[in-house]
Nanobody
């Protein structure tokens, strides 16, 4: 089992910045992928950004150049720096953890943190 706790959401004006954090604890494999997904009202959950334990990153086209994902493996924590925020970035942001080495193949999710961008 992996427990994920997100923090850093809130209300910000368009053009502003926020930094999300997600701390993982429990049965964590050294080789894993952590990432951020978001779900806006009435929409499906979508990938925002992901990062492997070796530092390889992947971003949704809609956030490239504005968001940066990073991680601290010693702290089992992943971050999402969000700059130049837009109203369409408003969503609940969920942290995800998954490892190909986990025999269960399970994906673990945090409870989410709300990001609201006002125009």
């Amino acid at each position: 089992q992996v427990r994920l706790v997100e923090s850093g959401g809130g209300l910000v004006q368009a053009g502003g910045s926020l930094r999300l954090s997600c701390a993982a604890s429990g049965s964590i494999y050294s080789f894993n992928t952590m990432g951020w997904h978001r779900q806006a009202p009435g929409k499906q959950r979508e990938l925002v950004a992901a990062i492997t334990s070796s530092g390889r990153t992947n971003y949704a086209d809609s956030v490239k150049g504005r968001f940066t994902i990073s991680r601290d493996n010693a702290k089992n924590t992943v971050y999402l720096q969000m700059n130049s925020l837009k109203p369409e970035d408003t969503a609940v942001y969920y942290c995800k953890h998954q490892s190909a080495y986990d025999p269960s193949g399970a994906a673990y999710w945090g409870k989410g943190t709300l990001v609201t961008v006002s125009s």
